[in-house]
């Protein structure tokens, strides 16, 4: 299984083993600092973090972990510029999968701008992002990541995250990849399965968004046990837990 979404810095060292013993082999884990943050030298600092030390962590305990690193909404800095030069050469040197997490989250001129400075460096170099979409005002706020996306980048390249079945049809018929947020105080399964039944597996992931808040590491591989419960087709559910994943992001 694969866990496309995760912020792994948040997470245990037996989180990590719990995981990869549940059946998770490969997770990417996004950037995402929890709280304000006072220059780059932070934000960089997070992101060497992640790319380095978490890896090693959770290569430990058995689990492949890929990187996606970007500005977060709720990380947008006045010198921000640095971080984007930083991004860049984070692509070329072959050290991140994929731009993320990005997005909008409150909607502002800021978030706007900086959003749209990293969806034109992604479409530069053809590289795959993963957007955000809020829990507050998510369908008013979808539409205006939309907006931008369709603007500036070619859409085989998004991931749009923490999809819900009140926003799904606002983005079905477009050529994104969706993220299935199975989370406490998200989505629970009986809603990821509404979603399969509705729109079928092609071009969506299971991910558990685990972070600081609330979360359940484990929401993935419950997924798709509940789906084998069910009597799924087992390619119907390798879709979801591993193979559009690995597909979209390349991954070996």
């Known amino acids: 299984m694969l866990d496309s979404h995760l912020h792994a810095d948040s997470r ?66 006045n010198d921000h510029d640095i971080v984007l030069e930083r991004i860049k050469d984070l692509i070329h040197n072959k050290e991140i999968i994929a731009i993320g997490e990005i997005g909008l989250d409150k909607n502002t001129l800021q978030e706007c701008e900086i959003f749209k400075k990293q969806l034109e460096i992604a479409d530069t170099e053809n590289f795959k992002v993963i957007v955000h979409t809020p829990r507050k005002n998510k369908f008013e706020t ?53 979603i399969f039944d509705n729109y079928g597996f092609d071009n969506k992931m299971l991910n558990s968004d685990v972070s600081y808040m609330r979360s359940d590491i484990l929401s993935v591989p419950k997924t798709v046990n509940e789906l084998k419960i069910r009597e799924y087709n087992e390619k119907d559910i390798a879709k979801v837990s591993y193979q559009n994943a690995m597909n979209f992001y390349g991954i070996k």
């Open 12 to 77: 245990s060292f037996e989180d990590y083993r719990a995981m990869a013993v549940s059946g998770i082999s490969i997770a990417i884990t996004c950037a995402y600092y929890p709280y304000k943050l006072t220059n780059s030298t932070s934000l960089l600092d997070h992101f060497n973090r992640i790319k380095d030390f978490e890896t090693e962590r959770a290569a430990k305990n058995g689990l492949d972990l890929k990187v996606a690193l970007g500005i977060h909404p709720s990380n947008i800095l």
């Open 142 to 194: 979808l539409k205006r990541i939309k907006e931008i996306l369709l603007e500036n980048i070619n859409p085989k390249l998004v991931t749009i995250d923490h999809i819900n079945l009140n926003v799904i049809d606002e983005v079905i018929d477009e050529k994104y990849q969706l993220g299935i947020t199975v989370q406490p105080e998200k989505m629970e399964i009986d809603e990821a399965i509404a």
